[in-house]
C-alpha cells in the first residue's frame, strides 16, 4: 500500500514570540518541520504534502531544502487540524493509498512507531497515535475498548472517570485517503473555539461502524513546541538521545552532556570525543579519531586516526585525509589535508591543498582574499612551511620545499627549494633607550596637561 505524508506547519505559534514560523525554529541546527519530515521519510512515502501558513514563502524554501519532491500548499485560514487536513486534498486527488498526517512542530515520532501504524492499519479504518501520560494535563483521552479505539475525549468535556485516563491521543492519525477526507467531510466545528478539529473523525467513524484503533508509543516521541521553554526541552531531548545512540555505537564521550550534536552527524566508532565539542551540519568524522575539547567543526570530514584540537574550528569544506594532525587554534576552511600531515597550531588554511607528510609552522597563513577574490594556495608532499610564513595566494609549493620562518611567500617555489622572503634585519645601536625615553616623557607630559 502507498504512503502519503501530509504534515502540518500552518500556525504561527504566538507563544514563541518570533516573527518566524515556528516550524521553521531549529533543534540541532534543522527546522523542527525537517526533523517530521525525515521520520515520515522513513516510510518512502509515493507523496509529501506540507500545509503552510504563516510565512508560507519561507516554509516552502525550507522544505525544498529538505525534501525537494514535497509539495506545499497554503491553508489560507487556520480554522483548526481537520481543516488544515482538508487543505491537502486537491494535492492528493490522484493519489490511491494510506495517508499519515503528522505535525511539523511534533518532531521526536520515530520511523518505527510510524512503522507500527502502518502494520496496525490492516483490518482498521483509522488508526491514532496514542501514548501513556506521566501527567495526563489536559491531553485528549483515548477510550480504548480492548483493541479498539472507543472515542477521543477532550479534557474539558471529560466525566472525572475519564480524567483518570493516562492513555492520551498525539494528534497523528493514519487512515486510507478516501475513508479520511470522507470523514473529515463530516466534521463540524461545534465547540467554543469555531474549528474543525481532526480527532473528531474517530466518532464519525465508530458512528459509521468502521474499525479504529490505537498504537501507543514513548511520551517522549509525541513532546510539541509551542515555546522557548519547550523549544530549548526539545533540544535536550534530541542530544540526549543522539549522544546515547553514538555510545551504543562505540564511540567514547568523554563528558557527553557537553557535546553538541547536529540532525546529521555521523561518527565512527573508536572515536573519542573530549567534552565542550560543537557539531555544525554535514560533518562526517571516520573511526578511531580523537576530536579534543573545545572544537568546532561544521561541514567537513576528519578520516580515520585524525586528531582535532583542542580549540580548533573546522569550517565547510575541510577535508582530512588518514592521520592528519590539527592542533590548538588552528581554523581549516575548503581545504584538502592529505594523508598525514600536520597543522598542529596558531594558523589559518583556507582555499588551499596540502600534500601528504607536510607539516605546517605555527602562525602560517594562507591568504586567500584579496578584498573581492578568493585564491588558492597549493602546497606539496613533504613540505616544511616556517612558523608565521604569509603564503600570499595564488601560490605553489612544491614538494619536498621549504619556507624561512617570517617570510611573506607571493611567488611559486619549486620542488626541493628554500624559500627566504622577509627584509634583512637592521640593528640601530642604542635607539630602544632612546626610543622609551621619548615615549615616557611624551606620556608625562599628557599627564599633566589633563590634570
Same mark, same amino acid.
Given at each position: 500500500m502507498s504512503i502519503a505524508l501530509v504534515i502540518l506547519a500552518a500556525g504561527k505559534g504566538t507563544r514563541m514570540n518570533s516573527d518566524q514560523p515556528k516550524v521553521l525554529h531549529q533543534i540541532a541546527n534543522a527546522p523542527m518541520l525537517a526533523h517530521a519530515m525525515m521520520s515520515g521519510a522513513a516510510? +518512502?512515502?509515493?507523496?509529501?504534502?506540507?500545509?503552510? !501558513?504563516? %510565512?508560507?514563502?519561507?516554509?516552502?524554501?525550507?522544505?525544498?531544502?529538505?525534501?525537494?519532491?514535497?509539495? $506545499?500548499?497554503?491553508?489560507?485560514?487556520?480554522? &483548526?487540524? /481537520?481543516?488544515?487536513?482538508?487543505? /491537502?486534498?486537491?494535492?492528493? /486527488?490522484?493519489?490511491? !493509498?494510506? *495517508?499519515?498526517?503528522?505535525? !511539523?512542530?511534533?518532531?521526536?515520532?520515530?520511523?518505527?512507531?510510524?512503522?507500527?501504524?502502518? *502494520?496496525?492499519? %490492516?483490518?482498521?479504518?483509522?488508526? $491514532?497515535? &496514542?501514548?501513556?501520560?506521566?501527567?495526563? %494535563?489536559?491531553? &485528549?483521552?483515548?477510550?480504548?475498548? &480492548?483493541?479498539?479505539?472507543?472515542?477521543?475525549? +477532550?479534557?474539558?468535556?471529560?466525566?472525572? #472517570?475519564?480524567?483518570?485516563?493516562?492513555?492520551?491521543?498525539? %494528534? *497523528?492519525?493514519?487512515? #486510507?485517503?478516501?475513508?479520511?477526507?470522507?470523514?473529515?467531510?463530516?466534521v463540524e466545528a461545534n465547540n467554543a473555539q469555531g474549528e474543525y478539529y481532526l480527532p473528531d473523525i474517530v466518532g464519525i467513524a465508530r458512528d459509521r461502524g468502521l474499525s479504529v484503533t490505537a498504537v501507543a508509543c514513548d511520551e517522549a516521541e509525541t513532546l510539541g513546541v509551542n515555546s522557548r521553554a519547550q523549544l530549548a526541552e526539545a533540544e535536550a531531548t534530541f542530544q540526549s538521545r543522539a549522544r546515547k545512540d553514538l555510545m551504543e555505537m562505540g564511540v567514547t564521550l568523554q563528558q557527553p552532556e557537553t557535546v553538541m550534536l547536529s540532525f546529521d552527524t555521523v561518527v565512527g566508532r573508536d572515536t573519542v570525543i573530549e567534552p565542550n565539542v560543537y557539531f555544525g551540519p554535514d560533518v562526517t568524522v571516520e573511526s578511531g579519531v580523537h576530536i579534543r575539547a573545545f572544537s568546532h567543526l561544521e561541514g567537513c570530514h576528519v578520516s580515520r586516526g585524525g586528531v582535532v584540537g583542542p580549540y580548533a574550528r573546522l569550517r565547510p569544506g575541510a577535508e582530512l585525509a588518514e592521520d592528519v594532525r590539527v592542533g590548538n587554534f588552528v581554523e581549516i576552511k575548503n581545504a584538502m589535508i592529505d594523508t598525514g600531515a600536520k597543522v598542529n597550531h596558531l594558523s589559518y588554511v583556507g582555499d588551499a591543498s596540502i600534500g601528504a607528510a607536510s607539516n605546517i609552522g605555527a602562525g602560517t597563513i594562507t591568504c586567500n582574499y584579496d578584498g573581492v577574490m578568493k585564491h588558492k594556495t597549493t602546497i606539496g608532499a613533504n613540505a616544511f612551511i616556517g612558523s608565521n610564513t604569509m603564503l600570499v595566494a595564488p601560490v605553489s609549493i612544491g614538494n619536498n620545499a621549504m619556507t624561512g620562518s617570517g617570510s611573506v611567500v607571493t611567488k611559486d617555489v619549486p620542488d626541493d627549494a628554500l624559500a627566504l622572503a622577509r627584509a634583512p634585519q637592521v640593528n640601530k645601536l642604542g635607539l630602544a633607550h632612546k626610543l622609551f625615553e621619548m615615549l615616557k616623557l611624551k606620556k608625562k607630559n599628557m599627564s599633566e596637561k589633563a590634570n
Open positions: 516510510l +518512502e512515502p509515493a507523496r509529501n504534502v506540507v500545509v503552510a !501558513g504563516h %510565512g508560507f514563502d519561507d516554509v516552502r524554501k525550507s522544505v525544498a531544502e529538505f525534501a525537494p519532491e514535497a509539495q $506545499v500548499v497554503l491553508q489560507e485560514s487556520q480554522n &483548526g487540524t /481537520a481543516h488544515a487536513v482538508a487543505a /491537502a486534498q486537491e494535492a492528493l /486527488a490522484d493519489f490511491e !493509498g494510506d *495517508v499519515i498526517v503528522l505535525f !511539523g512542530d511534533t518532531p521526536f515520532v520515530r520511523p518505527e512507531t510510524l512503522e507500527k501504524m502502518v *502494520v496496525a492499519r %490492516g483490518d482498521n479504518a483509522v488508526v $491514532v497515535l &496514542g501514548f501513556e501520560a506521566a501527567d495526563p %494535563g489536559k491531553y &485528549g483521552r483515548l477510550v480504548m475498548r &480492548g483493541d479498539r479505539l472507543e472515542e477521543i475525549i +477532550e479534557y474539558a468535556d471529560a466525566t472525572d #472517570e475519564q480524567r483518570d485516563i493516562s492513555f492520551c491521543n498525539s %494528534g *497523528v492519525i493514519l487512515a #486510507e485517503k478516501s475513508t479520511l477526507f470522507d470523514l473529515i467531510d463530516a
